[in-house]
């Protein structure tokens, strides 16, 4: 059975569908209207959609949407998952397709190519499966919220409520080809600074400055790329009142990142050490809250989701290259529970920036990869 590819109804659809998908605005905890439309899809092609209480969890307005098509008699079932939200509007999206076939946001702001190139793939191969007859596996489209909260979403969602013994989520914004077989551990470290105020100019002698403590313990930390698995980024500092006052307050918002989870872990706790010297020497108190936001993973090159996912892109002439990266994903959250999850690059560039953009032809073989996978998961089975 040769690989099947995508008709050009089916790519011209595939388009069409993420072009709307990218119009509906959905930041975290604002992907009701998004969820609706993606339910409203799912339940035109006869299928049932579930959608779970995660919002309690995750503060959502809406919750972690599943759907399901059977799969064949002795036939295994696999996972497709995409996320409905996005990261803050900067500008409303009004879409753009340029002469050279790359979809934009004409105005300065994300087009929401990330992560709806992917939903709009993964309904195109439900699409293509429930029109086809009986389908060679069963498919199970996990469409969840938050997940640029730190996977709240894929976090409250009950994995337990899967068949499904092997999963692929489509986020990663890099080169088609490239299959994530490992992501970070990925820490946050917030502090927050006590001083004392006092006049700046009558007597600073009397205070003590809760941004100087705070820039004292950055200083003698090393933020960027520590080692070739392991990041840390200083990313937000707030503080003080006035500048004729001593600062008696100052929040800082740090990050620790590494392939190795016990690496991610001792750069954080270097970073609190940091916090609390710098404090101490200045007569400052310091509130420290570390959390562990999501827990790294590495997948080998003959897993399952891995060859599965290489076949289906040798078969389009696209070498497969497993690689690490230091962004987190839904899969990040699955693998560590205990459910095999690859997270397969989506061709999609500047994910978060004002200039995010995708092509008609990613798009394209990004559905062409996902049929693949269908295909090869049945052979696998």
Do not use: W
Not at 27 to 40: C, G, H, K
Not at 47 to 70: C, H, K, M, Q, Y
Not at 135 to 152: M, S
Not at 327 to 346: I, M, Q
């Amino acid at each position: 059975m040769t690989h099947p590819r995508a008709s050009t109804h089916e790519r011209e659809r595939l388009v069409t569908d993420f072009v709307r998908l990218c119009e509906i605005e959905s930041p975290s905890r604002r992907e009701r209207p998004m969820a609706d439309a993606v339910a409203a899809d799912l339940r035109e092609l006869g299928l049932a959609v579930e959608e779970d209480a995660s919002r309690t969890d995750t503060g959502s307005d809406a919750g972690n949407l599943l759907a399901r098509i059977p799969a064949p008699p002795g036939g295994r079932t696999i996972l497709l998952c995409a996320h409905l939200d996005t990261v803050p509007l900067d500008a409303p999206v009004v879409v753009e397709r340029t002469e050279e076939g790359v979809i934009r946001n004409r105005n300065d702001a994300i087009v929401g190519a990330d992560n709806k190139a992917a939903v709009a793939v993964i309904l195109a191969t439900a699409r293509r499966l429930m029109a086809g007859g009986a389908p060679p596996v069963g498919l199970e489209i996990l469409f969840t919220t938050c997940e640029e909260l730190a996977l709240a979403g894929a976090k409250a969602f009950d994995l337990g409520a899967l068949e499904a013994d092997v999963g692929f989520v489509f986020d990663h914004a890099s080169p088609i080809g490239e299959l994530i077989v490992a992501a970070p551990t990925y820490f946050s470290v917030d502090a927050r600074f006590h001083g004392k105020a006092a006049h700046a100019g009558l007597a600073p002698e009397a205070g003590h400055n809760a941004i100087e403590a705070a820039a004292a313990a950055i200083a003698s930390l090393r933020f960027g790329r520590l080692d070739e698995i392991t990041t840390s980024n200083v990313g937000r500092i707030i503080g003080g009142t006035a500048s004729n006052v001593v600062a008696e307050r100052c929040s800082v918002q740090c990050e620790a990142r590494s392939i190795d989870h016990e690496r991610a872990a001792q750069v954080a706790g270097e970073i609190v050490d940091a916090m609390t010297q710098a404090a101490t020497d200045r007569a400052c108190d310091v509130e420290i809250d570390v959390q562990e936001l999501f827990r790294g993973f590495k997948l080998p090159k003959s897993a399952a989701s891995v060859t599965i996912a290489s076949s289906a892109l040798e078969d389009l002439g696209i070498e497969p290259r497993p690689i690490s990266t230091g962004g987190g994903s839904d899969a990040n959250s699955f693998v560590a529970r205990g459910f095999e999850c690859l997270n397969v690059a989506n061709g999609t560039e500047a994910a978060h920036q004002p200039d995010e953009r995708v092509s008609v032809h990613a798009l394209e073989t990004m559905l062409d990869v996902a049929l693949g996978i269908v295909h090869h998961s049945a052979a696998a089975a």
